[in-house]
């Protein structure tokens, strides 16, 4: 609730301070005296629009500053908090917003600088302004939606649409998020088996490089290697001074002196020796010069084999094991490529039952608005009468579009309340066709109706009582008296039978100081207050018969709480 008002240099008022508490306020005063730079000046805290005009003559700075106190357990205690606006402690609320003559006007919320699209956003929360201001919470087709639900008891059930809502949306998300991984993944699977059909197709095995090497170099120099080989054989073996001859004729000269001299049987066992690895040094190498042929097919086979390998190399790490690596990693990974399908199926499962559910409840929660639509209109038609508004005929609208993509958080419905303020005439929004006065009243209606279930915690009304006086006039007030068991309540107004009603009672005054004219509030009780009531009832001339039906006014208020 508002607790503590402050205004400076604001139009007539120079320094003003006001201190309120729960229930029913009213405001009097002459026609004139400045009620309603009172209601100017709040509205500044709710994101009204602020002009130079505003400021006092010869100030720099025109300020307003309100103090809310919000109860511990209250929704908007934990909306300020998580959204960063109130500290996890806290539960006053400071308000500070200063015009400047400049144009360097600023917006303050607990002593810190906000911007004023902050303060916007807390429009229609804290308090409500009725009268010949934007900020009515109830002209917002959001807040007429939500007063339905809560005037229909379907917090619950839309609470449970929200919920399924928020998942179906979450996991429709997840599914395009699958769908679209799954395109990534099929572009990317296609990308990999080219590379790995290359590496497939090449077959490469382990030391198939150096073996292709070694082919190369001898398919490239046979004739120098048969020419070479076929000396070496000649010189071991094929000519009649070959090596195995000459050793074989020095084995025998061993053989002898060993006959001689037992010394010398190694020397002849070594020599033997060496005529046998000779012997096999010439069997295989007249097995190569028997493979040593010119195939120049089979050279261009082997360049084009190398050729091949060189180009994967260089597209795989630059060696022949990288090459090796690349095409086990492509393996690996082609076979953990797959079985997205069967999760994007599970998903569309998952969605389908959703957006069924979200159906369901869409539909449930649109029919029972229409109920309670049906059951609201009838209470705010009997109010309207009590307020001499019975002419007045309010329609809340609940327009269906019953289509999935339709759906938002609070469901598929749109929900309007149309006016219509005399016979014959089309009902149009809220916001449309009602003055000031009417409008007051019609909120009022309202107001009282939603009572035990608005959660907006203040409640300003300005011309309510325009153009009533009174049975209408006592109705008014025991209305707003009610209201103030639910809300902390301000009234601006000039009828006795409201201003008699209220639990705490302000008179506005304007004055002439020191040559300059300002506004003074003072707070009424006892006598002070039957006198302000006297005067309501019998303007220039005050008898006692009118004092006296003023002390019983405010009597019998005060005996009916």
Same mark, same amino acid.
């Given at each position: ?17 006001? /201190? #309120? ?46 103090? #809310? ?7 908007l205690l934990m909306r300020f908090r998580s959204s960063g606006v109130l500290e996890p402690r806290d539960t006053e609320l400071i308000i500070r917003r200063v015009i400047a003559r400049s144009g360097r006007n600023r917006v303050y919320l607990n002593g810190r600088l906000t911007p004023l699209h902050v303060l916007e956003a ?24 939500? &007063? ?32 679209? /991984?799954?395109?990534?993944? &099929? ?14 197709? &090449?077959?490469? &095995? ?72 000779? /012997? ?50 492509? +393996? ?157 309540? #301000? ?14 009672? #302000? ?27 006297? +005067? ?23 005996e009916e709480r």
């Open positions: 609730m508002l607790t503590e008002l402050r205004i400076a240099n604001f139009a007539v008022i120079d320094r003003l301070t006001l /201190q #309120f508490s729960t229930g029913f306020h009213v405001f009097t005063g002459e026609t004139g005296a400045g009620k309603s730079i009172l209601v100017d000046a709040i509205a500044l805290l709710v994101g009204g629009r602020a002009t130079t005009d505003v400021i006092r003559a010869e100030a720099d700075e025109a300020e307003v500053e309100a103090a #809310f106190t919000l109860p511990e357990d209250g929704p807390l429009a229609g929360t804290l308090l409500d302004l009725h009268g010949q201001h934007d900020q009515q919470s109830l002209l917002s087709v959001s807040h007429q939606l939500n &007063a339905v639900d809560e005037f229909g008891g379907l917090v619950a059930l839309r609470a449970d649409y929200t919920r399924h809502h928020e998942q179906w949306k979450v996991r429709q998300q997840t599914l395009e998020e699958a769908v679209r /991984q799954q395109h990534e993944r &099929a572009q990317r699977e296609d990308y990999l088996r080219y590379q790995f059909r290359e590496l497939e197709t &090449a077959a490469l &095995a382990p030391g198939e490089e150096e073996t292709l090497l070694l082919e190369r170099q001898r398919l490239a120099h046979v004739k120098r290697l048969r020419d070479l080989g076929e000396e070496a054989y000649d010189r071991l073996y094929g000519s009649d001074a070959s090596v195995l001859k000459e050793l074989s004729v020095a084995e025998d000269r061993l053989a002898e002196v060993t006959s001689v001299d037992e010394t010398a049987s190694e020397w002849k066992a070594l020599c033997h020796d060496a005529a046998v690895n000779l /012997q096999e040094v010439t069997r295989q190498l007249r097995g190569y010069l028997q493979g040593l042929e010119q195939d120049p097919e089979r050279l261009s086979a082997v360049e084009d084999r190398l050729h091949a390998i060189q180009q994967l190399k260089r597209k795989h790490g630059g060696s022949f094991e990288s090459v090796l690596a690349r095409a086990a990693e492509l +393996r690996a990974e082609l076979s953990q490529l797959g079985g997205s399908q069967a999760r994007i199926a599970e998903l569309q499962e998952l969605v389908k039952g959703d957006a069924d559910e979200v159906r369901a409840l869409a539909r449930s929660l649109s029919e029972a608005r229409v109920r309670a639509a049906v059951r609201l209109e009838a209470r705010v038609k009997k109010e309207l009468g009590s307020l001499r508004m019975g002419q007045t005929q309010l329609q809340v609208v609940v327009t269906a579009n019953p289509d999935l993509s339709a759906c938002t958080a609070t469901g598929w419905d749109r929900v309007e309340y149309l006016l219509s303020t005399n016979p014959g005439e089309p009902p149009l929004p809220l916001a449309k066709v009602a003055s000031g006065g009417e409008l007051s009243r019609v909120m009022l209606a309202l107001k009282t109706v939603l009572a035990e279930r608005d959660a907006v915690p203040t409640l300003i009304f300005d011309e309510v009582d325009a153009g009533v006086g009174g049975a209408v006039a006592e109705v008014m007030g025991r209305r707003l008296k009610a209201l103030g068991a639910h809300h902390q309540v #301000f009234c601006i107004t000039h009828l006795p039978q409201v201003a008699s009603k209220a639990d705490l009672h #302000f008179v506005v005054e304007k004055a002439v100081q020191q040559k300059r004219t300002v506004v003074r509030v003072r707070r009424l009780d006892g006598k002070a207050r039957e006198d302000e009531i006297a +005067r309501m009832l019998g303007g220039l001339r005050i008898t006692q018969a009118v004092r006296q039906t003023a002390a019983e006014m405010v009597s019998d208020a005060r």
